[in-house]
């Protein structure tokens, strides 16, 4: 495997990657441990990650694998003393599992606006927490990246995740504050639009109208994601924290797939109604 990084990089280090099964997740924890870190990835799905974990290892990585729902505080405490209980310690955290279903707002009912809060915002706070408190204040040293979403401007269609992912970004900004005293940096991640297994299930006809949007003309993909990442968990960024890093081709200075509805533009771009 080619790397923009030193070999050798992410020597004695272990990493936390939540949704490390698949996507932007499992290109973080092959780049990770590719170049020396020990890794850990959870996901909801057994099968994924046991799958993941088979392709890691064939690569030479030492990897922890777990199944683990991050909205539920017992199974996030649960993985994350199984990776302390396994390598000693975890000195990186890459929160990368979420996700959501596109809907207009006034379609979105109570539960599903809940469902995608628990996922992206209290599961988030609830892996940096326990990691945090197991492993990152006692040793003194901790690296965070949040993936979140573009909350530079509003995000039609998405207003359940566009909530929770601002969320995750203020708490980027207080945590890197509050916990510099502990040695622990923290900074955030927006991808545009990338071609991964999880935006194979957007309706085509939307993926083609965000890449036409976007400045680059392009989709990005999960390895030059994952690129950023990385330069963010690594020593490298030891000077940065707090920040959130756009990786969109440009599509958020610029252009929106979404057309404003009034009277002469009633409907949304093709995000599925309820029946
Ligand atoms: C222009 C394109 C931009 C794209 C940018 C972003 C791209 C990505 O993020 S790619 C990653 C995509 N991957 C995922 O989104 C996967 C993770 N998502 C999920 O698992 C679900 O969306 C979830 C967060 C809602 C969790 O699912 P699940 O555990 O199955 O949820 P519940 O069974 O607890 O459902 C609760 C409640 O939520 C509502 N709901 C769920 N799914 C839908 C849906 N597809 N459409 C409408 N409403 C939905 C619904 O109210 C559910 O309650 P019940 O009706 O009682 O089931
Ligand atoms: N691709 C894109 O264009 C963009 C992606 N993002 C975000 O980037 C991240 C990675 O997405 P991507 O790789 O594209 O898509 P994927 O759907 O491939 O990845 C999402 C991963 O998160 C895991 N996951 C989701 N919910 C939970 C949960 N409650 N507990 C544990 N694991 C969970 C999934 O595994 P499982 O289903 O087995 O739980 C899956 O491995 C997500 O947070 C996504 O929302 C943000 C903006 C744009």
Known sequence: MQHIFRAGLFDGEVAIVTGGGTGIGFAVARELGTLGAKIAICGRRPEPLAEAADRLRADGIDVHHAACDIRKTEEVEAFVDGVVARFGRASILINNAGGQF????????????EAVVRNNLLGTWSMTHAVARRAFIPSKRGRIVNVIANVARGFPGMAHTGAARAGVENLTKTLAVEWAVHGIRVNAVAPGVIKTSGTAQYPPE?????????????????????????YLASTQADFVTGQTFYIDGGASLWGSPWQIPDDEVPQYPPYPLPE
Do not use: D, N, Q, Y
């Open 102 to 113: 596109p809907t207009p707002a006034e379609h979105l009912a109570p539960k599903g606006f």
């Open 206 to 230: 939307l993926l083609e109208m965000s890449r036409a949007s976007t400045p680059l003309k392009r989709l990005g993909s999960a390895e030059e994601t994952s690129h950023l990442i990385v």
